[in-house]
């Protein structure tokens, strides 16, 4: 059985991005990271979480599609899409 947590498979930049809040928005930051670390995939994030992460992803990490939105292929690592 595979526990690994979504944070564990998002891309390495998308990452990397979700920190660089840490120092100017604490609170969220430990949000997000919160929400990652509780959850093992992505369907599994409420709208709340979804939308706190998508302000802090960089522009190119943004879901552009309504797909987008339902499978997470925007920040998951390729091994891990659906």
Do not use: C
Request: proline letters at 4%.
């Amino acid at each position: 059985m595979n526990n690994m947590k979504l944070k564990d498979k998002l891309k390495p930049e998308v990452y990397a991005a979700l920190d660089n809040a840490k120092y100017q928005y604490s609170s969220s930051h430990r949000s997000i990271f919160a929400s990652l670390s509780s959850v093992e995939d992505y369907r599994d994030l409420t709208m709340k979480e979804l939308m706190n992460i998508y302000t802090f992803l960089p522009q190119e990490f943004k879901p552009t599609t309504d797909i987008g939105w339902l499978y997470g292929d925007n920040i998951l690592a390729k091994k891990y899409r659906l």
